[in-house]
């Protein structure tokens, strides 16, 4: 399958949708999933063109696991955290919406269950959330 440059993360990578961005180096980016499954839910993609895990480089998938643990440490700290639940899903039959690379990072507390996917965020949650992200990253 080749990798389409108009999925909707490329677009947030040229700055052409507007996003909650937490976090960039040279060969990652992250920002808050817009339909977040927990409190603190954010995605991890690398800046250059992967459709999913299949057709990466080892150097992306490198780039971007080292940008999760990061993530990872940072919602632990932003949300108290107890865990941290890493998604990533490959092609649609692998549960795939959207086809550029991307991990799912996901604080979770004990007993507090996902909630289900598909609503939409609110706006003004969404950037408290992202500042306290921030926050934890400084
Ligand atoms: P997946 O492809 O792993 O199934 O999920 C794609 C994820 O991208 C979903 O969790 C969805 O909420 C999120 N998403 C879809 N469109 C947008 C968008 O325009 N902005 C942001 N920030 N997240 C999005």
Redesign the pocket.
């Given at each position: 399958m080749q990798y389409d440059p108009e999925n909707?993360?490329a677009?947030?990578l040229r700055a052409e949708?507007p996003?909650?961005k937490l976090y960039e180096d040279d060969h990652t980016y992250v920002?808050?999933?817009?339909?977040?499954?927990a409190d603190g839910?954010c995605?991890v993609i690398p800046k250059t063109p992967a459709r999913n895990m299949l057709d990466a480089s080892p150097e992306q998938l490198a780039a971007c696991i080292a940008t999760v643990q990061k993530m990872g440490h940072a919602v632990m700290k932003a949300f108290d955290a107890e865990g941290v639940t890493i998604?990533?899903?490959n092609e649609a039959a692998g549960?795939?919406?959207?086809?550029h690379l991307?991990y799912?990072v996901l604080p979770r507390r004990e007993g507090l269950p996902m909630r289900p996917?598909?609503t939409m965020a609110d706006f003004d949650v969404l950037k408290d959330q992202a500042d306290k992200i921030r926050a934890a990253l400084a």
């Open positions: 909707i993360f677009k947030i949708i996003n909650e920002f808050m999933d817009i339909m977040p499954r839910h995605l998604q990533q899903f549960g795939q919406e959207v086809f991307h799912h996917p598909g």
